[in-house]
């Protein structure tokens, strides 16, 4: 459908939009047999209403912005030139891939990241399709304020691959490391530097003060009294 112009009690869309699909039993398995092809032009969307095609997204009350082309099913889809906006300071904009929704932990993402401008209050009130329906921020985390990244990311939420650089509040960090979390610690390997960045707040360990570094690093441990380098 070209031109496509609709609008619900929450959300307002301008896109063009085509639904590929073999049957029509395939909707009754939305999010994994109907593929969607869209040019979104403009949208102002609360995304609880794709939860009236994908009940698991029901949840997801979270009102956004965003345009761009998209390309498959929920499940496995490809986003280009895709701007999204959300809460008072997120804004993002790159190419996204995404196979695994709506199980947010074990989806496997792929972003190239332009440009992406979030803080604490905005994440942690975005809204998710797990039980508890919103991510618990590490205190490190919400230590670096707003904050803005550009780079690559590949991997699940866990486990992953980042080529990025990052500024916050407590400074800049550049890097290419790979992550990985489980219930116990956070191990990483790869290559950081910092500049004039404030480790000592970041760890909740005054002592450590601000610090430039350019180092290979392999170690574990994100907390003062945990970390192993």
């Given at each position: 459908v070209d031109q496509l112009f609709f609008r619900t009690n929450n959300s307002t869309v301008d896109i063009d939009l085509a639904f590929n699909y073999d049957h029509y039993r395939d909707f009754l398995d939305f999010i994994n047999k109907v593929e969607m092809v869209a040019d979104?032009?403009?949208?102002?969307?609360?995304?609880?209403?794709?939860?009236?095609?994908?009940?698991?997204?029901m949840k997801m009350d979270n009102r956004v912005k965003a345009t761009g082309q998209f390309r498959g099913v929920v499940s496995d889809f490809?986003?280009?030139?895709?701007?999204?906006?959300?809460?008072?300071?997120?804004?993002?904009?790159?190419?996204?891939?995404m196979v695994g929704l709506p199980d947010v932990r074990s989806t496997h993402s792929e972003f190239k990241i332009n440009y992406l401008y979030s803080n604490k209050k905005d994440l942690s009130t975005f809204a998710i399709p797990t039980e508890d329906r919103f991510i618990d921020l590490p205190k490190e985390l919400i230590s670096l304020g707003d904050f803005k990244l550009e780079g690559n990311f590949a991997g699940v939420y866990n486990d992953f691959n980042s080529e990025a650089q990052l500024s916050t509040d407590?400074?800049?960090?550049?890097?290419?490391l790979t992550v990985r979390a489980d219930t116990v610690?956070?191990?990483?390997?790869?290559?950081?530097?910092?500049?004039?960045?404030?480790?000592?707040?970041f760890l909740n360990f005054d002592e450590l003060g601000t610090i430039n570094l350019d180092a290979e690093i392999n170690g574990r441990g994100i907390a003062a009294e945990d970390i192993d380098i």
């Open positions: 979104i032009k403009s949208a102002r969307l609360d995304m609880k209403d794709i939860g009236y095609f994908a009940e698991a997204l490809t986003a280009s030139e895709f701007k999204f906006s959300y809460g008072k300071a997120t804004k993002f904009y790159g190419d996204v891939k407590l400074g800049n960090v550049n890097g290419n610690t956070v191990s990483y390997d790869g290559y950081l530097a910092t500049d004039m960045f404030d480790l000592g707040t």
